[in-house]
Nanobody
Framework: QVHVVESGGGWVQAGGSLRLSCAASGRTFSTYTMAWFRQAPGKEREFVATIRWSGGRSYSIDYADSVKGRFAISRDNAKNTVYLQMNSLKPEDTAVYYC???????????????????WGQGTQVTVSS
C-alpha cells in the first residue's frame, strides 16, 4: 500500500497564495503519477493538476482549465513529496484538496478519479471574498 498525507491548507484572502504538500510512501515514487483533486460541499470531486513520469528524468504536467496560469504542481522525489503552489486564489477555489497517487506508468495524462489507486484524507482550503 501507498500512504498519502496532505498538508498546508488553511484560510487566505482572495488574491493570496498557499502551498500544499503531499507526502507519499513508495520505493518507486519517482515514477508514480501524482495528482491533486478538490471537492466543495455538495459537489463532485474534480481534477486540478497532475504530474507524471515520461521517461528518464522528464515529467509531464497537465492542469484543469480553471487553474491554468494560477496553480503550479511540482515534485521533490528525494523527499517523496508533491506540491501544489496556488496563487491568485479565488473564493471558488474553496474546497477540500486531495492528493492522489497511481503507481502504474502511463503515457497519457490521468484526470479521472477511477485512475488513481491511493488517496490522502484531504486538507481544507478556504478563500474569503
Amino acid at each position: 500500500q501507498v500512504h498519502v498525507v496532505e498538508s498546508g491548507g488553511g484560510w487566505v484572502q482572495a488574491g493570496g497564495s498557499l502551498r500544499l504538500s503531499c507526502a507519499a510512501s513508495g520505493r518507486t515514487f519517482s515514477t508514480y503519477t501524482m495528482a491533486w483533486f478538490r471537492q466543495a460541499p455538495g459537489k463532485e470531486r474534480e481534477f486540478v493538476a497532475t504530474i507524471r513520469w515520461s521517461g528518464g528524468r522528464s515529467y509531464s504536467i497537465d492542469y484543469a482549465d480553471s487553474v491554468k496560469g494560477r496553480f503550479a504542481i511540482s515534485r521533490d522525489n528525494a523527499k517523496n513529496t508533491v506540491y501544489l503552489q496556488m496563487n491568485s486564489l479565488k473564493p471558488e477555489d474553496t474546497a477540500v484538496y486531495y492528493c492522489a497517487a497511481n503507481s502504474r506508468i502511463t503515457s497519457a495524462a490521468m484526470k479521472s478519479l477511477v485512475e488513481y489507486d491511493y488517496w490522502g484524507q484531504g486538507t481544507q482550503v478556504t478563500v474569503s471574498s
